[in-house]
């Protein structure tokens, strides 16, 4: 005759009674599903979530890393992009269909155009001294790293709305050149809000590895 164990639902406080080759069963008061754990003459029940959970948090970090290993390369390729994208904001590309002389002053001056209006927002806002490139500041936005790597989307977001309130007013070469501003401050938009996210997703991943 099986030997019965009388145990306390973890649920509902029901007395159970349960025989030495059961593992897993359901609580006849409340209907919670347990199983049975034994070990140093004890025996407990615990509830299947429990278990479940276990389970799940090791799924979770296994998810979690490999989330992060792909976060980290789209990051690294989106920041690629983004450096890209600010170029364009400061280069604008020949027509291959003109002639290479008369194409690449009207690329000039359209780089003029563009430098001339990300100066004077740089200016405004305090991140350039006039003093120290007075002589041409739009010839020197365009060359300079540095100040094109001070750009958020949020500077972006200005600078377009800027060239947009101008737009109608523009005709020939300043008005291709503020289309070609208005197309790259977008991308640059873009993208910083692309990484932003990403990285706020890659943390949380970072948090469930931890954990």
């Known amino acids: 005759m099986a030997e019965f164990v009388t145990l306390t639902c973890p649920s509902c406080g029901g007395k159970l009674q349960i025989t030495n080759d059961i593992e897993q069963f359901v609580c006849g008061y409340c209907g919670s599903e347990h199983i049975v754990r034994r070990g140093g003459g004890i025996i407990a029940l615990a509830p299947v979530i429990e278990g479940i959970k276990k389970v799940q948090i090791g799924t979770d970090k296994t998810a979690s890393e490999l989330a992060i290993k792909r976060l980290e390369k789209e990051i690294h390729d989106l920041r690629s992009e983004l450096i890209k994208a600010k170029l364009s904001m400061r280069t604008s590309p020949y027509d291959a269909n003109a002639v290479i002389f008369i194409e690449r002053w009207r ?105």
């Open 107 to 211: 690329s000039s001056i359209r780089n003029f155009l563009k430098g001339e209006v990300v100066a004077d927002y740089l200016w405004e806002k305090g991140k350039i001294s006039r003093k120290i490139i007075s002589v041409d500041i739009p010839y020197f936005v365009v060359h300079s790293d540095e100040l094109w790597d001070l750009l958020s989307g949020a500077d972006c977001e200005e600078i377009e709305y800027r060239v947009r309130e101008a737009l109608d007013k523009s005709k020939g070469l300043k008005r291709r050149a503020y289309e070609e501003l208005i197309g790259s401050c977008q991308r640059v938009k873009q993208l910083t809000q692309t990484i932003l996210d990403k990285s706020r997703e890659l943390k949380i991943h970072e948090q469930i590895v931890k954990a």
